[in-house]
């Protein structure tokens, strides 16, 4: 059974690109959440989606926007890449219940230069 | 403004020893409790959570953990450390509000166990 996996692995970007990082959820969720995990800092939640729509968002700015799929995937994007966004990026699913926790892939590296 | 405290960001251990990794959260209502582990360029590894009922949780490994609720705290345990254990410890709350579903992160602690 895969679990949650993500890619690429890692990326360089300069500032100003655009960049797009993907996301296959464990085999059986319906929900996928992205966290940014600054070095040194816990993960930040950026949003969740449920049933192809954005269910919440924390308090990253519009550069940062996403999608589902109707497999369940999911994209993160983030345009006009700042230095600041350097970061991993983690995709987390689950099942669509309140108790069930989250199912983390290895992560996306991203620095942008 | 809600949030996850770990105080401490190194706990050192003898191996065999007890650990405690400390967490405190300020989230209102009853929110559910998690511990993850994340290994050196890994992801978030999960350990165990809180949900109702008995305040000693049992998790993955050996671990376990206590909660507090009139302390608002959530410390991991194990009664024994390994060498192996040695990684960094991530406390989480999900808070219950209606329409709520993110999980919020403390800063992490970084467990070394000595042999």
């Known amino acids: 059974d895969a679990g949650v996996t993500q890619s690429p692995t890692h990326l360089i970007k300069t500032r100003g690109q655009q960049v797009t990082l993907r996301c296959s959820p464990k085999?059986?969720?319906?929900?996928v959440s992205w966290y940014q995990q600054a070095l040194g800092q816990g993960p930040q939640f950026i949003f969740q989606y449920y049933e192809e729509e954005e269910r919440q968002r924390g308090n990253f700015p519009d550069r940062f926007s996403g999608h589902q799929f109707p497999n369940y995937s999911s994209e993160l994007n983030v345009n006009a890449l700042l230095l600041g966004d350097s970061a991993l990026y983690l995709c987390?699913?689950?099942?669509?219940?309140?108790?069930?926790?989250?199912?983390f892939g290895e992560g996306s590296r991203l620095t942008v230069l | 403004a809600q949030s996850v405290a770990q105080p401490e960001d190194q706990v050192n251990v003898a191996e065999g020893n007890p650990l405690t990794v400390k967490c405190t959260y300020s989230?209102?209502?009853?929110?559910?409790l998690f511990w993850y582990v994340q290994y050196p360029n890994r992801g978030l590894q999960f350990l165990l959570k809180y949900i109702t009922g008995d305040n000693l949780v049992k998790g993955s490994y050996g671990f376990e953990a206590e909660f507090n609720k009139s302390q608002t705290s959530f410390h991991l345990k194990k009664p024994s450390a390994l060498v192996s254990d040695s990684a960094l410890y991530f406390c989480a709350v999900r808070p219950t509000t209606s329409g709520t579903y993110k999980y919020i992160f403390g800063t992490g602690t970084r467990l070394k166990v000595l042999a």
């Open positions: 085999s059986g969720h319906d929900t």
């Open positions: 989230v209102s209502g009853n929110p559910y």
């Open positions: 987390a699913s689950s099942f669509n219940t309140y108790t069930g926790e989250l199912f």
